[in-house]
């Protein structure tokens, strides 16, 4: 073999490595992104539940407290977190119709806070009765 073809064999060789090795790094990458929205997925889907939970959990120990006190401004309470709760479930289902892991909007930041970060609800101090 001469030279002439010797530098064209190894520069196909090369040629053929390069594009197997690329062609591994595009199917890595597709991997690697993939991965990371089934975290960032998986992340939405426990912020909603932990969203739900949040409401639940506070319309049962309002209900108590209304029961168990009759105060008639822990019943407020209590409508106003069940229609909370209402439109949350809402929200959820109308997601899910979607195909979004979860029906928050962009600017809440928990499960106790509303658009812009304000809070929800203020703890009250609670009355003797």
Request: net charge positive; aromatic share 10%.
């Amino acid at each position: 073999m001469r030279i002439r073809s010797k530098v064209i064999l190894f520069s196909l060789l090369f040629a053929v490595s390069s594009g197997v090795v690329m062609a591994w790094c595009f199917i890595n990458v597709r991997r690697e992104e993939m991965a990371f929205l089934n975290g960032r997925r998986a992340m939405k889907t426990f912020a909603a539940v932990t969203d739900i939970e949040y409401f639940f959990v506070r319309q049962v120990r309002l209900l108590e407290s209304y029961v168990l006190l009759g105060d008639e401004s822990e019943r407020l309470q209590l409508v106003q977190v069940s229609a909370q709760a209402r439109q949350r479930l809402e929200e959820w289902a109308g997601a899910v119709k979607k195909g979004k892991p979860t029906g928050t909007k962009s600017g809440e930041t928990g499960p106790s806070h509303g658009p812009g970060g304000k809070r929800i609800f203020a703890e009250q101090p609670r009355c003797a009765h």
